[in-house]
């Protein structure tokens, strides 16, 4: 019996989707609650003016990522492992005490973003917060990684609404270039902070610690890092493809008719009657799969930073009693996290705002570490870094430290 010629693009796709992993989940991830809502907030308010700038962060995620996961897989250890081992432990600790007030925020902004969700369906965030963090603990505690991966993965795809959502509303797209290639660009304090908004919600300190983990985690070596290089670059340029159809969407229909936001969840209802009420659906699934997604991701990134860091045993792949500060650590950032949502009057939304803040504190100080690890023959041997990515990820840092410090000055030139 003769066997079925699959097409060459359909074996293609079949291969891309065997080598997926941890760079797409990190990459997806990233599109989170506090993501989308930065990203409708551009688009409600400068248009399609911000294109440019997700360009230019697919190649920096592309090239700090794959750092990070070629050192899980040349090591066999996480960032903040060769952190410990290179650099001592004070400098650890102060980039683990940094990175647990980050992350927890950043938690409980997803469980917002949960929150949020929950509601524009017409559920209470009473009711769909705890069991919903119940079931993704559950589903860590109980799982193995590669369980934990592929639902992850099928949660990513979550994603695929905001691209189905941009047909629906049928943006002008010779506008759509005419704006990415020539944006009208303001030396404005606003508009500076909102550049750094997107860049601090994309490349994140938690995603090269949680990047490289699982790595780690997985296994991968150099022989087989090919796939995971792939997995790498395909996640990032995916998860930038879908923060460009936010803000497509944002523009086309909220700045439009000059409605500005402020998180995702007035986005999604500013569009019900702009563009119909499928839009608001897919956009508000989305964020809630974008949220879950985020609240499996972002509290395993704290825990494995912290028991690489201090010597505790850690991976979805051992059992509770054989690393119980890890399983441990992540069910009290969930229960904390929690609890917070649940708080009658919580500013949520400011709490967005502090926790990308931190982290865009914190990532330069991270970028410097990495990138002298990457080149520390010792640790990396012949898998050192490039010129040329050594070239791209010190422009991609010193752009960071400038904007950063933009940041720290911004209550400055709000007075000015």
């Not at 469980?111 to 524009?120: C, M, T, V, W």
């Not at 300190?205 to 780690?216: D, E, G, K, N, R």
């Not at 500013?347 to 990532?363: D, E």
């Amino acid at each position: 019996m003769k066997k079925m010629k699959l097409p060459l693009w359909l074996k293609n796709f079949l291969l891309l989707l065997s080598v997926l992993g941890p760079g797409l989940i990190t990459a997806s991830a990233d599109n989170d609650a506090p993501g989308i809502a930065t990203y409708s907030m551009v688009g409600s308010t400068y248009g399609y003016n911000f294109l440019w700038l997700i360009l230019f962060i697919t190649v920096g995620e592309v090239v700090i990522l794959e750092m990070a996961a070629r050192m899980g897989a040349v090591t066999g250890k996480g960032t903040a492992d060769l952190i410990r081992e290179r650099f001592g432990v004070k400098m650890t600790t102060f980039a683990m005490f940094c990175l647990l007030i980050a992350n927890l925020g950043t938690t409980v902004a997803e469980f917002a973003g949960i929150a949020a969700a929950g509601e524009l369906f017409g559920i209470s965030k009473a009711i769909t917060v705890p069991i919903l963090a119940v079931f993704m603990g559950l589903l860590v505690l109980r799982g193995n990684y590669k369980v934990v991966e592929k639902i992850l993965i099928g949660l990513s795809l979550a994603a695929l609404s905001y691209i189905a959502t941009v047909f629906i509303i049928k943006p002008d797209w010779g506008i759509i270039l005419h704006d990415t290639v020539r944006p009208q660009i303001q030396l404005t304090s606003d508009y500076i902070i909102a550049i750094l908004a997107v860049i601090g919600t994309t490349i994140t300190p938690w995603a090269i610690f949680y990047l490289q983990a699982s790595v780690a985690d997985k296994g991968v070596s150099m022989e087989t890092y090919r796939n995971t290089k792939i997995d790498v670059t395909f996640g990032s340029t995916w998860g930038n493809v879908i923060s460009a159809c936010i803000i497509i969407v944002a523009a086309a229909t909220l700045f439009k008719v000059g409605i500005r936001v402020e998180d995702a969840k007035d986005a999604a209802m500013a569009l019900a009657p702009l563009a119909g009420e499928a839009s608001t659906i897919l956009f508000a699934s989305g964020l809630l799969g974008a949220s879950l997604l985020a609240v499996s991701v972002l509290p395993l990134s704290t825990t494995y930073a912290v028991c690489e860091a201090f010597g505790f045993e850690r991976g979805l792949n051992r059992t509770f009693r054989d690393a119980p500060v890890f399983y441990g650590a992540f069910i009290g950032i969930i229960i904390l996290s929690v609890l917070i949502v649940l708080i009658p009057g919580m500013p949520l939304f400011q709490m967005m705002i502090l926790s990308q803040t931190l982290n865009a504190i914190l990532l330069p100080i991270i970028l410097a570490l990495v990138l002298q690890l990457a080149n520390d023959k010792a640790i990396m041997g012949q898998y050192r870094n490039s010129k040329l990515t050594n070239i791209l990820a010190i422009t991609i840092t010193a752009l960071i430290v400038v904007v950063t410090v933009v940041l720290l000055l911004e209550p400055i030139f709000r007075l000015v």
